[in-house]
């Protein structure tokens, strides 16, 4: 049936119920929008195909990661993050929780209390980052620059793509 559908439908179709899902913030994100937007992204439910698993956050912004990332430790969200993006967490986010994220982890759906955290030098970098690890399910971006949610919004392959959003 999944394979019918995806073959002869004539409008967009989200073929499965599994889904790796990004968001992304952009150097013009708004810091408290989007701490509040990662945080119910990845904790209000985990176990579903929506739920967040990767938050790929601009390199501009690495000084506030910390901030941004603190309401998921209350909620004990282990978190696996490269190597510029642990520096900046390192002493500032639960050491038991955090760990130096291997390549599996940006194509992983957890289901889970669990993320990977990327980090990219523009906003292309992210748009290629989702373009290799997303399953076209559901992305988001958060950042103020309306240029940046234009072209987030139209160069992003996903059946559901949100602009400051969870």
Not at 9 to 18: F, K, Q, S
Not at 34 to 55: E, M, P, W, Y
Not at 79 to 84: G, R
Not at 89 to 113: I, M, Q
């Amino acid at each position: 049936l999944i394979n019918s559908v995806v073959e002869n439908a004539t409008v967009p179709v989200i073929e499965t119920g599994a889904g790796i899902v990004h968001t992304y913030f952009d150097a013009s994100g708004d810091l408290s929008k989007g701490s509040a937007i990662v945080h119910n992204a990845k904790t209000r439910r985990v176990s579903v195909c929506n739920a967040l698993d990767t938050l790929i956050v601009h390199e501009a912004r690495l000084s506030d990661l910390a901030t941004l990332l603190q309401p998921l430790a209350a909620s004990e969200v282990e978190l696996f993050a490269d190597e510029a993006a642990l520096a900046q967490l390192e002493g500032h986010y639960p050491a038991e929780l955090l760990s130096l994220a291997t390549e599996a982890h940006f194509g992983t759906e957890f289901l889970s209390y669990k993320m990977s955290v990327k980090t990219v030098a523009n906003l292309q970098a992210a748009l290629d980052h989702i373009d290799q690890y997303s399953s076209r399910h559901s992305e988001t971006i958060v950042a103020e620059d309306p240029d940046v949610q234009a072209q987030f919004l139209r160069d992003v392959d996903a059946a559901v793509v949100y602009t400051n959003a969870s």
